[in-house]
């Protein structure tokens, strides 16, 4: 199973998004990373965001990402975990 990677933006903490972080950082399963800046602007002014494995996941609020980052780690995991033999 490849280790989700969860990227953050500094910029983006005043959505409450610190609180998913830290909340991921303590999974030893998870790559958790926080950026000065992740280049999306727009977004980041706009809604808590974070990205899972290179992938942008947003929400109309932080309870929404935790379980959108959540549903996209389960998914790598399960494509993962195909037998394609």
């Not at 996941?57 to 549903?71: F, P, Y």
Request: net charge negative; hydrophobic share 40%; proline share 4%.
């Amino acid at each position: 199973m490849m280790r989700p990677i969860i990227e953050f933006c500094q910029s983006n903490m005043h959505h409450g998004t610190g609180r998913i972080l830290k909340e991921l950082e303590s999974n030893p399963d998870y790559d958790v990373i926080e950026y000065g800046c992740l280049g999306n602007c727009g977004q980041c002014y706009a809604m808590p965001y974070a990205m899972v494995n290179g992938e942008i996941i947003a929400a109309d609020d932080v309870d929404e990402l935790r379980k959108l980052i959540q549903e996209k780690i389960d998914e790598a995991d399960a494509w993962a975990n195909l037998d394609l033999d």
